[in-house]
């Protein structure tokens, strides 16, 4: 059996009571957690323990320990387990009737605190949103989509940056898991604020939202690749060594057609940009010698005919 177990957590990421719930559940199983990585909560296996786990809202983003509040926290019997996505010193003791807050005012801040960081959080996002609105209608304004052709032709034809697609909905249920994780905190800051301990939920949900918007965010890779692996052109040289590809100068000699006093371009570049993957494309220009002869009428006038 391995070691370590990884997975997304079942309650949303702002639900204090929520959490601790479920971190007690997973060492009473004998998964221990060990660390975070983005939405992700890994575990390593040891014997199943009956903990008692706490959360305390970090005072400002962190990536380390507090030693001075550890040191407080083991005075009273508490061991320091990790911090839990920036967010949350993680604490667990053996004694099931350990309190880590004597003082509801003391804990009542702390969680005002953390209900402000997320409501800032919010603000961003959703000037991040109207952004990312504007950028994808900017980019993508005016595009057709051929059904005949799709999705092989269409999705590669045109140079528009697919990834961005996939990071509208992501962007969305995030903002979401976030919006509804102030209710938790909301109804936490009530009861503290009438001298009420924290209710422990009896049913652990509302992390699928967390989990739907990591999930959809591994689509903008996929469109990525697909574009870069799709794409419907080539170098210059290599297409010049295939029987298809025609160069002005193979058509000098025949009929009607002479580069004459028009100038031989023959363009091979590389069409790179941070939105989209890196293209190749050719172009060659030429033209058609217009020849005229011009007839004098019986009636003094003139007709001018043309021929290449």
Known sequence: M??????????????????????????????????????????????????????????????????????????????????FRGTFYLYSTMDPEAQAHTDPEIQSYSIARLTRRIRLQLWGLTALLFFLCWLIQDRFSGWSWDLRYFPLHTLTTYYKPLWMLPLLPALILLMLSKFLSLGPLYRIGHALDCGEPMAR????????????????????????????????????????????YVRLNDLENRPGFSLGNWTSHEYAGLSWSPLVPSRYSSRQYGGYNIQSHTTVLENGGTMTTYSS
């Open 2 to 83: 391995s070691s370590m177990h990884v997975c997304f957590a079942p309650v949303n990421v702002y639900n204090i009571p929520g959490l601790e719930v479920w971190l007690e559940q997973m060492a009473a199983k004998g998964w221990r957690f060990a660390f975070t990585w983005g939405p992700l909560v890994w575990f390593e296996k040891t014997t199943p323990d009956q903990l008692h786990i706490h959360l305390e809202p970090v005072r400002r983003p962190a990536n380390e320990e507090d030693k001075d509040l550890s040191a407080l926290y083991a005075a009273q019997g508490w061991d320091y387990m990790g911090l």
């Open 201 to 244: 939920p009896k049913k652990l949900k509302g992390g699928r939202w967390l989990k739907a918007a990591a999930l959809t965010l591994l689509l903008v890779p996929v469109f990525w690749l697909f574009q870069v692996h799709y794409s419907d052109t080539v170098p210059l040289d290599e297409l010049a060594v295939t029987k298809d």
